[in-house]
C-alpha cells in the first residue's frame, strides 16, 4: 500500500510522462529537450552501471566465502534450504539489489 506522499508523487511523475509523450507525439520537442533526456538516461545507465559492479562485488565475497554461485544459493535459499541465518538474509538481499539494478540498467538503456 502507497503512503499518500508517494501516491501523490507517483501521479505527478505520471503526469509529467504523459505531457512529455504528448509533447512528443505532436511534434513540439526541442532540440534542448532530447538532449536533457538523452543525458538523464546517460546518468542513469552510469548509475546503475556502478550499482551492478558495485553489488556484484559484494555477492563474489559471499560466493568466495560459501562457495557458491549466487544464483545457485538464491534458488536454495528461497525454496528454504539454507535456513535463515544473517549472512544468508544479506546475501538474499545484496542479490535482490544487484537483480534491481540490473533490470534499471536494461530498462535506461533501452535493452528490455
Given at each position: 500500500?502507497?503512503?499518500?506522499?508517494?501516491?501523490?508523487?507517483?501521479?505527478?511523475?505520471?503526469?509529467?510522462l504523459?505531457?512529455?509523450?504528448?509533447?512528443?507525439?505532436?511534434?513540439?520537442?526541442?532540440?534542448?529537450?532530447?538532449?536533457?533526456?538523452?543525458?538523464?538516461?546517460?546518468?542513469?545507465?552510469?548509475?546503475?552501471?556502478?550499482?551492478?559492479?558495485?553489488?556484484?562485488?559484494?555477492?563474489?565475497?559471499?560466493?568466495?566465502?560459501?562457495?557458491?554461485?549466487?544464483?545457485v544459493?538464491?534458488?536454495?535459499?528461497?525454496?528454504?534450504?539454507?535456513?535463515?541465518?544473517?549472512?544468508?538474509?544479506?546475501?538474499?538481499?545484496?542479490?535482490?539489489?544487484?537483480r534491481?539494478?540490473?533490470?534499471?540498467?536494461?530498462?535506461?538503456?533501452?535493452?528490455?
Open positions: 500500500m502507497q503512503t499518500p506522499l508517494v501516491k501523490r508523487r507517483t501521479t505527478k511523475r505520471k503526469e509529467r504523459a505531457q512529455l509523450i504528448h509533447i512528443y507525439e505532436s511534434g513540439q520537442v526541442s532540440e534542448l529537450m532530447d538532449q536533457t533526456i538523452d543525458k538523464l538516461f546517460s546518468l542513469e545507465a552510469a548509475e546503475a552501471q556502478r550499482d551492478v559492479e558495485e553489488l556484484g562485488a559484494d555477492l563474489l565475497r559471499f560466493e568466495e566465502r560459501f562457495g557458491m554461485a549466487s544464483e544459493f538464491y534458488q536454495r535459499f528461497e525454496a528454504g534450504e539454507l535456513g535463515d541465518g544473517a549472512d544468508f538474509i544479506e546475501w538474499a538481499s545484496f542479490y535482490d539489489m544487484y534491481n539494478a540490473k533490470n534499471r540498467l536494461a530498462a535506461v538503456s533501452g535493452d528490455v
